[in-house]
């Protein structure tokens, strides 16, 4: 376990980020026990409120569990409910690994599958409306990359809205901002900004027509498409050391994409 003392700005925010990082890394490995809350803070150059509230929002995210008179555990990652892990995950690069972007990419499009079937089945008038206009936007300025990946999160949050159902809406609000997170891997100048125009209007005709079946085929080959060219994109950074190799064993996260 290797932490640094913070600055007095953050100090609740870098305690619970140092300690967050060290969990999800395995650095500190599921079952142990963390020190104290004044040993944690004369480590951190903190007060003890500091590491008192960090540890609760640990607690919240179900990564850690405190056991009156015994001490703070490390749960294991597996364990937790929380969505907001999976969001962190992607934003500490001590985490990522290639075999945890599989792992996720799949989960992506066991979920967004359900939610354009949904969409096609649920969508409303003034919804398609706006997904029109986002149609036409698209066309007119999806060439750049960066204002491609606005309308493509845009796509994601209609679509979640479309399903009517609140919990497939959360899912796909993570879902969007994962693929802020993962952005860059795939919308850049390589991208086919035809192929993504033609594939959306057709998706848009499937749901339309309220042809959940044929939506689900195209957002499917839409987003095996994306996967591979993401994983190109990732093999290149995990060559250069910028994403670290999946490791070995198996219970360190990401080791074992399904």
Not at 23 to 52: C, H, K, Q
Not at 80 to 90: C, G
Request: proline fraction near 4%.
């Amino acid at each position: 376990m290797q932490l640094e003392p913070v600055g007095s700005e953050t100090r609740v925010d870098r305690v619970f980020e140092q300690l967050r990082s060290q969990i999800l890394s395995g650095a500190i490995p599921a079952g142990s026990r963390l020190p104290t809350e004044r040993d944690l803070a004369d480590t951190l150059g903190v007060n003890r409120g500091s590491v008192r509230e960090a540890l609760k929002r640990l607690e919240f995210l179900e990564l850690v569990e405190v056991r009156h008179g015994l001490g703070t555990f490390v749960q294991d990652l597996s364990g937790s409910s929380a969505l907001q892990v999976v969001e962190a995950i992607l934003r500490d690069p001590a985490v990522v690994t290639r075999g945890l972007l599989e792992q996720l990419l799949v989960f992506r499009r066991h979920i967004t599958l359900h939610v354009v079937e949904l969409a096609a089945r649920n969508r409303d008038v003034e919804q398609l409306a706006r997904a029109r206009a986002l149609l036409d936007e698209e066309l007119a300025d999806g060439r750049d990359p960066k204002h491609a990946l606005e309308i493509d999160l845009r796509w994601n949050a209609l679509l979640g809205e479309a399903t009517g159902n609140l919990m497939y809406r959360l899912v796909t609000n993570l879902f969007t901002r994962l693929v802020a997170r993962l952005g860059p891997l795939y919308y850049n100048e390589q991208r086919d900004h035809h192929r993504s125009t033609e594939n959306h209007r057709a998706m848009l005709a499937a749901i339309e027509r309220r042809d959940a079946a044929a939506a689900v085929r195209l957002v499917e080959e839409m987003l095996r498409y994306s996967e591979e060219r993401i994983l190109e994109e990732v093999g290149r950074l995990e060559a250069a050391g910028v994403i670290r190799r999946t490791p070995a064993r198996p219970d360190v996260p990401g080791d074992e994409p399904s």
